[in-house]
Nanobody, 112 residues
């Protein structure tokens, strides 16, 4: 059974960086889309970034373009999100989605 597990959240000052990782177990995911989503308090979940399978084509929300980078390692079944120049409005619970399955989420808090 697919079970993504996120790690790497925490508290950081505005302008700082964090790297989130998501490890998926259960089978090989080299052909599956992987994505990062976030949900801020009182708001709906929104897409942050996705990466396709074999060609690793990426997509970014406008709000994070140029600051965040999504990458994947198919040998380890992992997807990562490098977040730079963080802003207070990036504060949210970040969740990864692999093959339609959600991880439990990891909290990112950016202080001003």
């Amino acid at each position: 059974q697919v079970q993504p597990v996120e790690s790497g959240g925490g508290l950081v000052q505005a302008g700082g960086s964090l790297r989130l990782s998501c490890a998926a177990s259960g089978r090989t995911f080299s052909s599956d889309y992987m994505g990062w989503f976030r949900q801020a308090p009182g708001k709906e979940r929104e897409i942050v970034a996705t990466i396709s399978g074999s060609l690793s084509i990426t997509y970014y929300a406008n709000s994070v373009k140029g600051r965040f980078t999504i990458s994947r390692d198919n040998t380890k079944n992992t997807v990562s999100l490098q977040m730079n120049s963080l802003k207070p409005e990036d504060t949210a619970v970040y969740s990864c989605n692999v093959a339609g399955r959600w991880g439990q989420g990891t909290l990112v808090t950016v202080s001003s």
